[in-house]
């Protein structure tokens, strides 16, 4: 296992619509294994492949409280959306930011396990909106992009002027 880099907005390759998995292979369940470990360390309930580069439909979720429960969805495929819900939202990529959002309260997905083999799932509450966010993601959608335009700016100079300022400060000499 390996924790990735993940890309932060506005990063462009957040914006590349991921391809469909061929075969689930011992390549694609290394991936969905690291992408875990990058999703628990983050520390994060979702996280989708493009969000590390990786142009594949593969998302991992955990919304459980101890951490026990990791899913992963192999080329997700929304079949229905019922209900809104409104939650406020945050993203791996989008650090530090916090929105509401408007998405379905419930929804019927349908994937491929670990094994290659289909399955059909409902999903309610939390979970609902966590695999919404994450096919997002697969889509080349971020959650910001369902914010005005301004706000959307706003978000994007705070994290560019946050990340000068992280790299400013990696680069002061140290005192002697």
Not at 132 to 138: A, I, S, V
């Amino acid at each position: 296992m390996a924790k990735l880099t993940i890309l932060e907005f506005p990063d462009p390759r957040l914006r590349i619509k991921a391809v469909p998995v061929e075969v689930v292979d011992d390549k694609i369940r290394s991936l969905v294994s690291d992408l875990l470990e990058t999703m628990y360390e983050a520390p994060g309930i979702g996280l989708a492949a493009t969000q590390v580069d990786v142009h594949q439909r593969v998302l991992v979720l955990d919304i459980s409280e101890d951490k026990t429960a990791p899913l992963a969805l192999i080329n997700p495929e929304i079949l229905s959306l019922d209900g809104i819900e409104v939650t406020e939202e945050g993203c791996l990529s989008v650090p530090g930011v916090y929105e509401k959002i408007e998405r379905a309260e419930h929804i019927t997905v349908r994937a491929l396990d670990l094994d290659g083999k289909s399955m059909e799932m409902e999903a309610h509450g939390l979970l609902a909106v966590c695999i919404q966010h994450e096919c997002d993601h697969l889509d080349g959608k971020l959650f910001v992009d369902y914010l005005s335009e301004l706000k959307r700016q706003r978000i994007r100079k705070r994290l560019e002027k946050s990340r000068r300022l992280d790299v400013a400060e990696s680069l002061k000499a140290p005192a002697i």
